[in-house]
């Protein structure tokens, strides 16, 4: 039996007794991208990114493996909770206005010591400062721009985040936190997602391809020089605890920097169909979600419930779930997955009955879990444990 095909029988055995919609981790899988993940890391810690997993179960799985330690938040709620339920390494990944989390934040000294805040402008600081609710010093990070820019600007690749471009712009607000009561500089981070978060080998469009590899290559090159002449200018001010860098498609690249002692992943442990369009890995998909078979509106189509999962981002197909298992399904042109139904054409849609499940894979990792309460455990053919997402949990952390 192909694999694809065995791994659909054990899904189906596994979740006989359970009604879809539902989603599912393989746990083998997952262990999987897991033990891969820290191979190309080559013995430099990974910090977990959250937002690409939002299952405190599988986050506390993870973090017991050797290769692993901290957590990559993405909100300041979400950081006090998670330093409440005993993870005491959190770096919180973008700025915040949460007054009521920073009043919190700076009177309780267990979450002062566990959380680190992202910092990139002096009124940030300022914000802080605004509502403080107690004398504990807060532990913050700072944030290197990361964009590729040719042409003399006129051309810029990666996200907008952090206005901190140039080494001296960064020592400029390390020297500013030094002087400044309350605060602690205690780390740096730099997220190339130009590089960590675009596929160089997508399927039928080799031009752009060959196009995004070459551009990649030239924003390692620069962004290792600056990156490296940053974290000096840095440490020459502050006595820094960590340099963070890359995510799940840049790993065995950023880890390759002298100057970076640890790398951000977490999208590779679901690994989400956005991340199959790599050349220097591959992963196993971990996450899925089945929707029930309620119609066969005629031969070679199926209808099933709802799916219409778009991931964030510029709209476009990319962004969409795809049916995975049974294979050879794809969406009607003029429907696309919808709110309350999905019709699927293929071959394959002759062979399923009512009732059966289709497999989808979620483009992005973690969004999954926003539309889940429970995510149900596989290992083998088996369900060992039904865990709740942060939705779950009641937490949403918007």
């Known amino acids: 039996m192909p694999p694809a095909a065995a791994d659909r029988a054990r899904y189906d055995r596994a979740t006989s007794h359970l009604e879809a919609p539902m989603a599912i981790v393989d746990l083998e899988a997952f262990d999987d991208n897991a033990r891969d993940l820290v191979r ?6 990974i910090r977990v990114a959250s937002k690409s997993v939002r299952c405190r179960a599988l986050l506390e799985r993870v973090l017991a493996r050797d290769g692993f330690a901290g957590i990559m938040s993405f909100t300041l709620p979400e950081s006090l909770w998670l330093a409440r339920e005993g993870f005491d390494d959190v770096l919180l990944a973008y700025p915040s206005t949460d007054r009521g989390g920073y009043a919190t934040l700076t009177n309780d000294p267990k979450l002062a010591a566990a959380v680190t805040v992202m910092v990139d402008d002096l009124a940030q600081l300022d914000l802080i400062d605004s509502v403080r609710a107690g004398t504990e010093e807060v532990r913050v990070c700072l944030e290197l721009d990361t964009s590729l820019r040719m042409l003399g600007g006129r051309v810029r690749v990666g996200a907008l985040r952090s206005p901190l471009r140039a080494p001296e712009q960064l020592a400029a607000l ?3 936190i030094d002087r400044r009561p309350g605060f602690r500089l205690v780390g740096l981070m730099a997220y190339e997602g130009h590089v960590a978060g675009v596929g160089d080998a997508v399927a039928g469009r080799p031009l752009r391809s060959r196009a995004v590899r070459l551009m990649q290559s030239v924003a390692r090159r620069e962004l290792a020089a600056r990156r490296a002449a940053a974290v000096r200018a840095v440490r020459a001010v502050a006595d820094l605890e960590f340099v963070n860098g890359g995510g799940t498609g840049s790993v065995q690249h950023t880890a390759a920097e002298d100057a970076v002692t640890e790398i951000a992943a977490g999208s590779g442990l679901y690994q989400p169909r956005l991340f199959d369009d790599y050349t220097s890995f591959r992963g196993r998909p ?4 089945a929707q029930p078979v309620v119609r066969r509106p005629g031969v070679g189509v199926v209808t099933v419930l709802g799916g219409g999962y778009p991931a964030s981002g510029a709209a476009g197909r990319d962004r969409l779930p795809v049916p995975y298992l049974p294979e050879g399904l794809s969406y009607d042109s003029m429907e696309g997955p919808g709110e309350v139904q999905t019709p699927l054409l293929g071959t ?8 059966d499940k289709v497999w989808f894979r979620h483009a992005k990792a973690g969004e999954l879990c926003e539309r889940f309460d429970t995510l149900r455990l596989i290992e083998g053919d088996r369900v060992v444990a039904s865990v709740p997402t942060y939705r779950g949990e009641g937490k949403t952390f918007l």
């Open 174 to 176: 390390a020297r500013a």
């Open 286 to 289: 971990a996450a899925l979600f």
């Open 40 to 45: 190309r890391a080559q013995g430099k810690p």
């Open 348 to 355: 394959a849609a002759d062979d399923l009955l009512i009732g």
